[in-house]
């Protein structure tokens, strides 16, 4: 959920189950879904001393300039981390506008389709190759060359592929010039965008 208000204050959160990818429990009690973070966050879950929260990796944010926020934004996904780098990368960085940073090729995570949860990623980047990270195939094939002669293992797949490790990545950003705002989100996630003024 991301919000921005006429006088360009933002807030950007993020509610998740934070389990494998479409469950491994399914348990409901009284309403509330029971999360299993422990089938896949071994490491970190080892981290931790008795009765500390457990890892949420999500990963809410906000840019501002001149003590004004400009972008607020959040991600959910297997492929979280590379949709939020890439879009804040796109549009603070290179200054692209969100739309266009949003509709570019994407990054995904490591290939799941070695088996059907996050906890064949994890036993798969313990082994001893370097997994494919999954690119979509609107990437030129002189990026992907580039990208394999650098030493990156790049497997390219359709952005309609329903096995992609997806990341979700919406934002919602203020023109620090004219002070409209504008909100969008990357393909195939839930929930609409919505101007409202």
Not at 109 to 124: F, L, Q, R
Not at 178 to 186: L, V
């Amino acid at each position: 959920m991301l919000a921005v208000d006429a006088e360009g204050d933002v807030a950007a959160l993020c509610h998740s189950i934070n389990t494998a990818m479409w469950g491994t429990t399914g348990i409901v009690v009284d309403g509330i879904p029971i999360p299993d973070p422990a089938a896949f966050q071994q490491r970190a879950l080892a981290r931790l001393a008795p009765g500390e929260h457990l890892p949420m990796p999500l990963e809410p944010a906000f840019a501002s300039r001149d003590g004004r926020p400009v972008l607020a934004c959040s991600s959910i996904g297997v492929g979280l981390h590379p949709a939020t780098g890439l879009g804040l990368h796109r549009t603070l960085a290179l200054g692209q506008p969100l739309a266009a940073a949003i509709g570019a090729p994407l990054v995904h995570d490591h290939d799941i389709v070695v088996g059907d949860s996050v906890t064949s990623v994890i036993a798969h980047r313990d082994g001893p190759a370097d997994p494919e990270r999954v690119v979509d195939d609107r990437f030129s094939p002189a990026c992907l060359a580039a990208a394999r002669d650098a030493g990156h293992a790049v497997m390219p797949r359709s952005a309609g592929d329903p096995t992609l490790p997806r990341g979700f990545w919406g934002a919602v950003s203020t023109d620090p010039d004219d002070g409209g705002h504008i909100g969008a989100r990357t393909p195939f996630g839930q929930g609409p965008v919505r101007a409202v003024r």
